[in-house]
């Protein structure tokens, strides 16, 4: 019996831990490219009364993820980033983002499972566990792909894919770009929403970029270039010129433009916006 009223205060206090913090953890989607950012962001609540100041090191840190496939295998560690430090004050919510795909191998396709741990300061360190998010990781399909070599970087290679993927139901354009050593991608991102009632048309510039334009709207194209690091260079709007679609030119010096647009002015766009407000805002009687 005395051992047990000893017991009762200690399981209440760790507990107690767990009650001073609310946590959730969502993330950007719930489909994936392979190589794309998957973004998590951790909320946290502080119910404690008091301050919380988070920190933490490389062999300590404060934020943690636990993230497993369907088979319940532990995600590859890629490297531990830092969270820094965040204060909380009491009764105060904040969130921290983090893209997990920097903290793990998350490359493979599959489905996933995250969970993010978050440890209370202190020689005890108890931890919060957030609820648990499912995701998947898709390879896409292949629209487009070419090698290129990198230019003063001899020995390296990239090859440029141009991906179609609907994972929330809307036909997307992704641009990818993966090491042509390891076959693993260097960056994936979304070029945009794409309407594929028309082809879209893709090249390779002669400062080894990759130009892609394709059909956003029905009346707005898209015209983008990117990079072999798998940087976005330039986006650009073009809308239908006067003989049909717009096309991508190759000039004989290796240059490659849009042809047969009208190139899209935002700002001359927003002030006819405003100009039509003004006449419409006039009353519809006068005398």
Do not use: C
């Amino acid at each position: 019996m005395p051992i047990f009223r000893l017991l009762v205060p200690a399981l209440a206090m760790a507990g107690l831990a767990h009650a001073q913090l609310a946590t959730s953890l969502r993330l950007s989607k719930l489909q994936y490219l392979s190589g794309e950012p998957i973004i998590a962001v951790v909320t946290i609540t502080n119910h404690a009364g008091r301050d919380i100041v988070f920190q933490g090191d490389a062999q300590r840190p404060w934020l943690d993820f636990v993230i497993t496939d369907n088979q319940g295998n532990s995600a590859t560690p890629t490297g531990r980033g830092g969270f820094g430090s965040m204060k909380i004050s009491a009764g105060q919510t904040r969130a921290r983002q983090v893209d997990l795909t920097l903290l793990f191998q998350l490359a493979d396709h599959g489905n996933y499972s995250a969970a993010a741990t978050i440890r209370m300061p202190g020689p005890a360190g108890e931890t919060t566990t957030t609820n648990r998010v499912l995701f998947t990781v898709s390879p896409g399909r292949p629209y487009w792909t070419q090698k290129v070599g990198t230019g003063g970087r001899a020995g390296k290679v990239r090859e440029f894919r141009v991906l179609n993927f609907s994972g929330d139901q809307k036909s997307q354009l992704y641009a990818q770009v993966m090491d042509g050593r390891t076959g693993l991608p260097i960056r994936t991102f979304s070029l945009g929403e794409a309407l594929l009632l028309r082809k879209p048309s893709v090249t390779v510039d002669k400062k080894q970029r990759m130009h892609v334009l394709f059909l956003a709207s029905p009346t707005a194209w898209i015209h983008a270039q990117v990079d072999t690091d798998g940087n976005l260079v330039n986006r650009a709007i073009h809308q239908r010129g006067p003989q049909g679609d717009p096309l991508l030119i190759t000039a004989p010096d290796g240059t490659v433009s849009v042809a047969n647009s009208i190139p899209y002015d935002p700002t001359a766009a927003a002030a006819a916006r405003a100009k039509f407000r003004k006449l419409s805002e006039r009353p519809s009687i006068t005398y």
